[in-house]
Antibody
Framework: QVQLVQSGAEVKKPGASVKISCKASGFTFNTHYLHWVRQAPGQGLEWLGVINPSRGGTTYEQRYQGRITMTLDTSTSTFYMELSSLTSEDTAMYFC??????????????WGQGTVVTVSS | DIQMTQSPTSLSASVGDRVTITCRASLSIRGHMTWYQQKPGKAPTVLIYGASTLQSGVPSRFSGSGSETEFTLTISDLQPEDFATYSCQQTYSTPWTFGQGTKVEIK
């Protein structure tokens, strides 16, 4: 079955970087774009960006350009999202999610379980 | 960027009620709308995609409608397990923006 398994919770100091992993299984790794979404405590969902696994191309939310990097390791079917120069406003649960194309549209059908990132001095 | 305005932000309802949630897009997104349900501490799950197509395994009391800029999610005959937060997302163009979410609480 399709699974996206994310790495564990992280606690970081302001100014540090965090790198979260998302290991894919149960489907052909390079046939589905992989998106990243986050949710700050008590807030709504926020789209962060997407990576195309067949070519490695990325599209990021404009406000995080220069601070966010999405990569992948095809040998282990694992996606990564790194966010640098962390502030308290980056405290959130981070999700990876698989994109599927169906019936002329696209949506996120499988999600990882989430990774809590806490930024605190 | 396309802005998604979701309303209401919260509502109280009883088991058996009919509930409607609305999302308005700042530009036409044609039919590229997805609705999610989310419970505390969990990842979202897909209810509706393509504005009106029910995701496999989702109960038929959930339905979606709309096109261009106006979309609705309807839950008929609200069940105890439906008390959750519901979010819309446009998948027409990046960034794939979300609505602010609607928390459905027990009256």
């Amino acid at each position: 079955q399709v699974q996206l398994v994310q790495s564990g919770a992280e606690v970081k100091k302001p100014g540090a970087s965090v790198k979260i992993s998302c290991k894919a299984s149960g489907f052909t790794f390079n046939t589905h774009y992989l998106h990243w979404v986050r949710q700050a405590p008590g807030q709504g969902l926020e789209w962060l960006g997407v990576i195309n696994p067949s070519r490695g191309g990325t599209t990021y939310e404009q406000r995080y350009q220069g601070r966010i990097t999405m990569t992948l390791d095809t040998s282990t079917s694992t996606f990564y999202m790194e966010l640098s120069s962390l502030t308290s406003e980056d405290t959130a649960m981070y999700f990876c999610a698989r994109r599927i194309a169906a019936d002329g549209t696209k949506y996120l059908d499988y999600w990882g379980q989430g990774t809590v990132v806490t930024v605190s001095s | 960027d396309i802005q998604m305005t979701q309303s209401p932000t919260s509502l109280s309802a009883s088991v058996g009620d009919r509930v409607t949630i609305t999302c308005r897009a700042s530009l036409s997104i044609r039919g590229h709308m997805t609705w999610y349900q989310q419970k505390p501490g969990k990842a979202p799950t897909v209810l509706i995609y393509g504005a009106s197509t029910l995701q496999s395994g989702v109960p038929s009391r959930f339905s979606g409608s709309g096109s261009e800029t106006e979309f609705t999610l309807t839950i008929s005959d609200l069940q105890p397990e439906d008390f959750a937060t519901y979010s819309c997302q446009q998948t027409y163009s990046t960034p794939w923006t979300f609505g602010q979410g609607t928390k459905v609480e027990i009256k």
